[in-house]
């Protein structure tokens, strides 16, 4: 900072302000601006979001929307506009207006940074997303590693209780037929046996708007 002083013979409030545009303003160009929440004339500047790198500018470009691509928010009759109604917002967190970008909720990227990443990779390679990312073959596979780390967590909150990973058995439905089934982990310890099923899946907002059909066959 000392050296751009020195070579540009700006102040350095110039200088950080001309790398943070959101906080400059015209009627106190001297001054580093702040905002409060319920100036609405100031939102434009506070919730804008600006990549400091070409990089970053290609992860927002995948981050944003425009404002009318959201319709499916409003396309269901029965929860037109609900909290819990389908939306991209989950995977689409900016708005983008005018190459400018806004963040309203800072919550909405950090929470959903699981199903941002993996939209990621569905956009990136779609057939790598299927067969490795979403697929049992690979042992790196969402599901695998999910239930890999969920065992090993396990084995160090109970040291003393064996755990055994993807155990194979057989029941018979409601027909009398049999058919194969899969236990994620068991644990046997000395007073007690564990069992445990790992869902590496998000639920679906029909599963949390009370679909309980669904979410029994899930």
Known sequence: MTEKIH???????Q??????????SDEAPDKITGYSFDDIESFEKLFWVIPQTEKEK????LLAQKFGDNQQ???N??????????????????????EKYYCFSTHLPSRNKFLLFADFLKNADNTYFENNFLGNTNIYSRDNFTEQKAKLLFEKMLPTV?????LKYCVKDETGNTKDAELDIL??????????????????RKHRRG??????EK
């Open 7 to 13: 070579k540009t013979g700006k102040h350095f409030i």
């Open 15 to 24: 200088l950080f302000t001309e790398e943070n545009p959101d906080l400059f």
């Open 58 to 61: 290609k992860i927002f470009e």
């Open 73 to 75: 928010f409003v396309a």
């Open 77 to 98: 009759k029965k929860f037109k506009g609900f909290s819990l109604g389908d939306s991209n917002l989950s995977t689409k967190p900016l708005i983008k207006v005018n």
């Open 162 to 166: 064996q755990f055994f990973s993807s």
């Open 187 to 204: 644990g046997v310890g000395k007073n007690a046996i564990y069992i445990i099923e790992v869902k590496a899946g998000e639920l679906h």
């Open 211 to 216: 679909a309980l059909k669904g979410l029994k």
